[in-house]
Structures are given as C-alpha cells and as structure tokens.
C-alpha cells in the first residue's frame, strides 16, 4: 500500500470532503469570533460611556451627602434641651398651646 507521487498530488489539489469542511468550520468560527470582538468593543463603549455619565454627577452626589449630613446633625446646645430636636421640641409646645387653648 504504498503511495504514488501522483495519488499525492491528486489529493493535494483538490481537498478531501473532511478538509473541505474544517475549512468552511474555520471560517464560520473565525466570522463569529470577529462578530464577538466587535459586540464586545461596543460593550465596552457603551460601559465607558454608562460611567462617565455617572462621574458627571458625583459634584451633584457630594453636595446633596454634605446637605444630608448638615441636616441630620444634632444641634450644638442639645445639652440645654436635653437632647430633643427642635421638631420635637417644637410639637411639644404646639400640643402645649393647643391644651390651653
């Protein structure tokens, strides 16, 4: 079962139906992988794009944490008024004036 230089080169020119096909496998995969390079790109813009809108409001972010933590601080004399708020201090005295009326 030796081979002639011919039945070689036959074989060589024109591919078995396996190679034929790897060959049509390869290229869809190739197709598919270039497709999926390029979803990818686009994520990544759109990812980039999704976080520099985000960085946009984080001035707007710190002042509204800085309002916050304005807002929900004690008062400086809660010793004088025993640690209540002025809401509720000021309820007291509305509830007060309201009995006496």
């Known amino acids: 079962m030796s081979t002639t230089p011919n039945s070689r080169n036959n074989r060589s020119v024109s591919p078995t139906v396996f190679e034929q096909q ?8 190739a197709v598919g992988m270039e497709e999926v390079l390029q979803n990818i790109n686009r994520l990544n813009r759109n990812l980039e794009s999704i976080i520099s809108v985000g960085n946009e409001f984080s001035s707007v ?7 916050e933590n304005f807002m929900g601080r004690p008062e400086e004399d809660d010793g004088a008024n025993g640690g209540r708020s002025k809401e509720s201090q000021e309820d007291e005295q509305n509830e007060h004036t309201d009995q006496h009326s």
Request: proline share 0%; net charge negative; aromatic share 14%.
């Open 61 to 67: 972010e710190a002042l509204w944490s800085q309002f």
């Open 22 to 29: 790897r060959e049509a496998l390869v290229r869809d995969i």
